[in-house]
């Protein structure tokens, strides 16, 4: 249990499908990310949240929509991908603030996507 | 900018042989954050070290150690009598003082035969 849990772990979606990741944490963490991660590529941040306001959006297509409910809670709603968007990506949270990312990230266990 | 180069793509050893992960980062900032995060195949990246730019100390912790030198920009890790349960994607990563961002290099993959 790394304390930031993401589901589904694996997701195989089409094309026209819509789905939605979830990430979830009790760790009194305020600040909490998306991460892509493709084959031989490096980690991507997709985008940064912060006491549930989104405070960086790394250029990512708009068929990713991230939504933050409250501190808690992450998600990662999918529409129209495409095939080039298959890919691990994964959830972090850190403490709260700028200061907080001194103190690294802990991260989920990632949502394997493939999209077909 | 900030940026983290490993150069090492991929590094193979047999067992109970040393290896040494290389990190050079890039910063403008005199107060900034090192990490090593592991990735094993079932996909979770776990945190292994943090340092600060005001600690030079190299540190070590069983069979890992790390060689953190400023003056060459680098914050190499080590791991002795390697094991296969090291097989994994090792990920040195920098985040600066004043940003919420961790910064991550592309990863090296090490194998480690029995």
């Known amino acids: 249990e790394t304390g930031v849990t993401q589901t589904p772990r694996h997701l195989v979606m089409g094309m026209t499908n819509k789905k939605s990741l979830k990430c979830e944490q009790h760790l009194g963490h305020n600040a909490m990310y998306w991460y892509k991660q493709s084959a031989k590529k490096p980690l991507e941040l997709m985008f940064v949240?912060?006491?549930?306001?989104?405070?960086e959006n790394n250029s990512v297509p708009s068929r990713f929509s991230p939504e933050c409910p409250n501190s808690s809670h992450l998600f990662l709603h999918l529409h129209t991908l495409q095939p080039e968007d298959s890919a691990l990506y994964l959830c972090a949270s850190s403490l709260p603030g700028q200061g907080g990312v001194a103190y690294g990230y802990t991260f989920g266990s990632g949502t394997r996507l493939t999209v077909v | 900018a900030q940026k983290v180069t490993q150069a090492q793509t991929e590094i193979s050893v047999v067992e109970k042989e040393d290896v040494t992960l290389d990190c050079v980062y890039e910063t403008r900032d005199t107060t900034y954050y090192l990490f090593w995060y592991k990735q094993p195949p079932s996909g979770e990246l776990v945190f292994l070290i943090r340092r600060n730019s005001f600690d030079e100390q190299n540190e070590i912790s069983g069979r890992y150690s790390w060689n953190f030198q400023k003056s060459t920009s680098s914050f190499n890790f080590t791991i002795t009598a390697s094991q296969v349960v090291d097989s994994a994607v090792y990920f040195c990563?920098?985040?600066?003082?004043?940003?919420?961002?961790?910064?991550f290099g592309t990863g090296t993959r090490l194998q480690v035969f029995p």
């Open positions: 990563a920098l985040s600066e003082a004043d940003t919420d961002k961790l910064i």
């Open positions: 949240y912060n006491f549930k306001e989104q405070t």
